[in-house]
């Protein structure tokens, strides 16, 4: 375990926002995490554990203890004629396990492929995109509450999964889990997911295997989504708001153009980035944060924007989405 004072978070959030917390903390196995829950003086002080850094938003210098995990490894803990089950290290990074599994031919996770952050921020977030979730390959996450310091597996069931949800997001539970390991259930004879977006269009042409479906998903990734090593990001910003039947309805008669994809009987679902293009906000900046002009769904530190910069935007993206769709958009990004 390693501990460093007034230590620098610019390399430990994606925005690049060059904040301090008066200490950092880094794990390396169980043993450690046992002997940082039974110290008096974590408890004392207001206490926060990162992953990448890729889904925060420091609103300024932390007065308290930032907490990582440096737990990794993949281990096949079960094998059968169709399944195989990996136990990943919390500070795997995400990517790289999705490289890992597609090389070996193991699907299930191609289409989530270069999603930045690490595995137990992934099993916190349900990570998803093209039509695939990281609760479709969850089966277990092995966690120490701070409540009691004791080790606690969670099925995939106990993980209470929906869109961008876990039960490790939930007020009473945020903050209060730490996550050491994900139980992955992987497929030795690959489903494709293709129906979503445009993949399959991207993919005509091509032998549709692990390797394709990865390398089209990084293309369309790169095409359309900053590269937050070289423009400070949180990846998108918003969830894709929930709206009931009626109000979408009243809404297609205004806008018949207007994207959704049906939840059920009673619930649609709009994307974010179409209702913030209509407001014309692709572009808008405030000091030194900006809308990408190519995906509006992501804010982006383009000249040494300060926290209040990017709030402020996402509060005027807020406001004018609201007033012209009657529609709350609400941040993925959590706010430290």
Known sequence: MR???????????TFHLDVKTRWFVEYDNEEDLQKLLRDEYFFSQQFWHIGQGSNLLFLGDFNGIIVHSNIRGIEMVEENDDHLYLKVGAAENWDDFVAFCVKRGWGGIENLSLIPGEVGA??????????????????????????????????????????????????????????????????????????????????????????????????????????????????SFFTNPYICLAHYEGLKKRFPEMPHYAVNDEVVKIPAAWLIEQCGLKGASIGGAAVHTQQPLVIVNQDHATANDIVSLAEKIQREVKEKFGVELQPEVNYI
Not at 148 to 167: G, L, M, P, V, W
């Open 3 to 13: 501990i460093y004072e007034n230590y620098s978070l610019l390399r430990c959030n």
């Open 122 to 235: 992934a099993a916190v977030q349900n990570i998803g995109a093209y039509g695939v979730e990281a609760a479709d390959v969850i089966a277990e996450v092995h966690a120490y509450s701070l409540k009691n310091s004791e080790k606690q597996i969670f099925t995939n069931e106990d993980c209470r999964y929906a869109y961008r949800h876990s039960f490790f997001k939930e007020p009473e539970n945020r903050g209060w889990f730490y996550i050491t390991h994900v139980v992955f259930r992987l497929n030795k004879k690959p489903v494709f997911q293709l129906d979503y977006g445009n993949l399959r269009q991207c993919l005509e042409g091509k032998n549709i295997n692990l390797q394709t479906v990865r390398d089209t998903v990084i293309e369309i990734r790169k095409a359309k989504l900053p590269d937050p090593e070289i423009l400070g990001n949180a990846g």
